[in-house]
């Protein structure tokens, strides 16, 4: 099993447009051969910086999701909206 970590910086007023993007972006996920669950944290000490938590049976099954072309256009469209790429940290 694989936890990834997805890291964003958002201003507080942009968050629900945000959300509404990772909404979209969650239901996807939903019906990926692999997918456990997922979780969206805003953090509390630091204004405007979120991260999703993001389980998988295998890095495999991770990375065929980051080959997704469905995913890879929702994704483009967060990283235009946030200004800058998305980070993402893979752990096991």
Known sequence: MVKVFIRRRVLD???????????K???LTL??????SGETLKRL???????????WTSKE???NWLKNEERAAVQAEI?????????YEVYG
């Not at 007023?13 to 909404?23: A, F, V």
């Not at 019906?31 to 456990?36: L, R, S």
């Not at 000490?45 to 389980?55: A, L």
């Not at 990283?79 to 980070?87: A, P, V």
Request: aromatic content about 6%; overall charge negative.
């Open 45 to 55: 000490d630091q204004p405007g910086s979120c991260v999703v938590i993001s389980i």
């Open 13 to 23: 007023q942009d968050i629900p447009e945000l959300m509404e993007l990772l909404k």
């Open 79 to 87: 990283d235009r909206f946030l200004g800058t790429e998305t980070q």
């Open 25 to 27: 972006l969650r239901s």
């Open 31 to 36: 019906n990926q051969p692999g997918y456990i």
């Open 61 to 63: 099954d991770w990375d």
